[in-house]
């Protein structure tokens, strides 16, 4: 069963992974979009990306173990790649950051070719997907949602 949005928020928002001097973040509206890779027959997912203002200061490890903690809170087990999941948490980038290792690949390797990630980035900043190329996809578009209770829009 996949977690409500709401409940997401709240318990991120109580997580003891944020403190009082962590910058804004910035959300984008929500999307649906059909599962890419996995197993066939997956339901459809809900999409969005979450930026910061300014940095983090995070260490870009340290904010990825966070993230699979609440995954972890909320169902998710990895049992198969790409497969189905209550929650799915992704570290896009981090503070300029680059790093490449089994655990943690910084920037994520793929985004610029993902819809369910450029679309929903696009809707929140346009300039950072303004100048990259079109995208050579079978993949359905993302369906943009309407506002959700408990999520900021």
Do not use: I
Request: charged share 20%; aromatic share 8%; hydrophobic share 45%.
């Amino acid at each position: 069963m996949r977690p409500r949005l709401a409940e997401v928020l709240r318990a991120w928002a109580a997580g003891g992974e944020r403190c009082a001097e962590a910058p804004p973040l910035r959300w984008s509206p929500l999307f649906r979009t059909a599962p890419v890779g996995g197993p066939p027959g997956q339901p459809p997912y809900v999409n969005a990306v979450v930026l910061t203002e300014g940095t983090t200061g995070a260490d870009p490890m340290a904010l990825l173990l966070a993230l699979q903690s609440l995954e972890a809170a909320f169902g998710r087990q990895r049992l198969v790649r790409w497969g189905p999941r209550s929650l799915d948490l992704d570290l896009l980038w981090c503070d300029g950051h680059r790093r490449e290792s089994a655990a943690l690949w910084l920037p994520h390797p793929r985004w610029r070719q993902r819809a369910f990630v450029r679309t929903p980035l696009a809707a929140l900043a346009p300039e950072r997907v303004a100048a990259l190329p079109a995208l050579e996809s079978a993949e359905p578009a993302p369906e943009r949602l309407p506002p959700r209770p408990g999520w900021p829009e």
